[in-house]
């Protein structure tokens, strides 16, 4: 009889965890990537039980985020179907940040200015924050794992030096690995490099396939010089849009003055919730897609979100 009643309720158990939580696991080598494929924590929409959750950030044509918008300047389309917004707030929550920065020997000489980015970007830090390092040349390192110090990784960037080829996709791959370690509901990788691509073992196409499945908001600075070089392929600018992140091209900036933007655009995002009228349970990806109605006399806006996100399965 005792024994019934332990299977009844790890069953009923099984059954009820697919409603709050979506699959997490780690994010193997490339090596055990046929034993096992990469999964890393799923849709930074959270989707709570039935309602779906997602991060919108608002800016004008100067990159500032717009304040004081209401429900009623929102709009919010799943798979092309207009949903009703049940819940709107503005977040307000601690942020894991992974800084992935490029060492390789082409970006020689901006290794100060990754430094003052990273002072920057700590400014406006929150206690309950924590912070990750991977540099990356050749081969990406994780410097500094996860941590709410992030003295830790001011002081490990005077010792930063450039050399070597550029393996970028590796990098991202590393990145998502430790930041999706974090208990936070929010995270983020902010990446610095100069676009080049040449020694990764992943390709695009399996960044795009992970980054999809991801929670984590990815910025990017393009650390151009010329103004109208792509990077990568346009991977870095694909995967940042594609998480609701942006992209920065320098353009003459200085690196700590858009960390400054990064992480002020991070931290003022609105939170739309809606109840799906597709309640199917199915797994499949969902497609999202956010309108600002701004009120009268609003000069025009941009809205950045995340495209997408899967459903849950039984």
């Known amino acids: 009889m005792r024994r019934r009643q332990i299977i009844g309720w790890a069953a009923g ?3 009820f965890l697919p409603l709050v939580f979506l699959g997490q696991v780690s994010l193997p080598s490339r090596e055990k990537a046929s034993q096992k494929p990469p999964d890393i924590p799923r849709a930074d929409l959270r989707v709570d039980r039935t309602e779906v959750l997602v991060p919108v950030a608002v800016n004008d044509a100067y ?3 717009v304040a004081g918008l209401e429900k009623e300047n929102f709009r919010v389309f799943d798979d092309k179907l207009e949903q009703a917004i049940t819940s709107f707030s503005m977040e307000d929550e601690p ?9 390789s020997g082409s970006m020689s000489g901006a290794e100060r200015e990754e430094h003052l980015a990273a002072t920057e970007f700590f400014k406006t830090a929150n206690p309950e924050d924590e912070f990750a390092l991977v540099e990356f040349d050749s081969s990406p390192r994780l410097v500094v794992p996860l941590t709410a110090d992030p003295t830790k990784i001011t002081y490990q960037l005077l010792f930063t030096h450039t050399r070597g080829s550029t393996a970028l996709l590796d990098a991202v791959f590393l990145g998502l690995h430790e930041i999706k370690k974090s208990t936070k509901k929010r995270k983020a990788l902010v990446v610095i490099s ?15 396939n992970v980054v999809k499945e991801s929670d984590v908001l990815i910025y990017s600075i393009g650390v151009f010089a010329d103004p109208n070089y792509t990077d990568a392929g346009g991977v870095l600018n694909g995967i940042s849009e594609q998480t609701g992140g942006r992209m920065f091209k320098t353009q003459g900036a200085r690196l700590s003055d858009i960390a400054q933007k990064i992480s002020v655009d991070l931290r003022n995002r609105y939170l739309l919730g809606y109840v799906p009228t597709n309640t199917e349970r199915n797994g499949k990806y969902h497609l999202v897609e956010v309108k600002v109605v701004p009120p009268k006399g609003l ?11 899967y459903a849950p399965t039984e």
């Not at 100069?194 to 795009?208: C, M, V």
């Open 13 to 15: 158990f099984a059954l």
């Open 95 to 103: 942020v894991a940040v992974g800084l992935v920065f490029d060492t």
């Open 194 to 208: 100069d676009g080049g691509e040449n020694n990764s073992r992943y390709t695009s196409t399996e960044i795009r």
């Open 299 to 309: 000069p025009p806006v941009r809205a950045h979100w995340r495209t997408g996100y």
């Open 63 to 65: 990159n500032r985020p």
